[in-house]
């Protein structure tokens, strides 16, 4: 069995994905890098999710009887935690086939 590829083995010294016909390597790619989207989005379903729990209190206690924002709150936050798991199911599906792969 071979030994599996580093990532840093892939990317080299400028932290880039080489480009076929373009030199072996490409220029770095301006903008977050997908960690970062990652982390952000997780944090706002975070915050979506907060955000509805608030609302749903609020309005069990009576602090508010606007009853179509809290359940626009909660069916967004819905609505973002299932992409996230649709987004958490690819990585995942995508992980098993790269590791199934036979270099």
Do not use: C, W
Not at 23 to 40: C, M, N
Not at 43 to 52: F, G, I, K
Not at 53 to 61: H, K, P, S, W, Y
């Amino acid at each position: 069995m071979t030994d599996p590829i580093q990532v840093s083995q892939l990317l080299g010294s400028t932290g880039a994905l080489p480009v076929p016909g373009l030199g072996g390597s490409a220029a770095p790619v301006q903008g977050k890098d997908f960690k970062s989207v990652l982390l952000d989005s997780l944090d706002e379903v975070n915050r979506l999710q907060s955000e509805a729990d608030a609302g749903v209190q609020r309005l069990i206690t009576g602090e508010t009887d606007n009853v179509a924002e809290v359940f626009l709150a909660v069916n967004k936050a819905g609505i973002a935690f299932d992409l996230l798991m649709e987004v958490r199911n690819k990585l995942t599906e995508a992980y098993q086939q790269i590791r199934q792969m036979q270099v």
